[in-house]
């Protein structure tokens, strides 16, 4: 069973840049899509970037394409969400989600394990 644990998150200013990591445990880290999600106050959770086993594909929201890039460090057990120009409207949740092999995905229900959640907070 695989554990995800986010940090990174904060407070930051319009146009600024952040770098979510999500560190996982348990079994083989390689074995497993990733994916980051996000959740507005009041909103449904929504996703935002997916990475493959291997890290050679990706997929990503439109709302934050040419903004964020989702990488993987296998030999690290970590997958980042690098997210620049933040908007005010990026302010969410940000979990990181895991499931073993199969393609990239956006559907939430794909996914096994969940972390705790990072606050991201982008003021105007």
């Known amino acids: 069973q695989a554990q995800l644990v986010e940090s990174g998150g904060g407070l930051v200013q319009a146009g600024a840049s952040l770098r979510l990591s999500c560190a996982a445990s348990?079994?083989?880290?390689?074995?497993?899509?990733m994916g980051w999600f996000r959740q507005a106050p009041e909103k449904e959770r929504e996703f935002v970037a997916t990475?493959?086993?291997?890290?050679?594909?990706?997929d990503y929201a439109n709302s934050v394409k040419g903004r964020f890039t989702i990488s993987r460090d296998n030999a690290k057990n970590t997958v980042y969400l690098q997210m620049n120009s933040l908007e005010p409207e990026d302010t969410a949740v940000y979990y990181c989600?895991?499931?073993?092999?199969?393609?990239?995905?956006?559907?939430?229900?794909?996914?096994?394990?969940w972390g705790q959640g990072t606050q991201v907070t982008v003021s105007s």
């Open positions: 990475i493959s086993r291997s890290g050679g594909n990706t």
């Open positions: 989600a895991a499931y073993r092999w199969g393609p990239i995905t956006h559907k939430i229900s794909d996914y096994d394990y």
């Open positions: 348990g079994r083989t880290f390689s074995n497993y899509v």
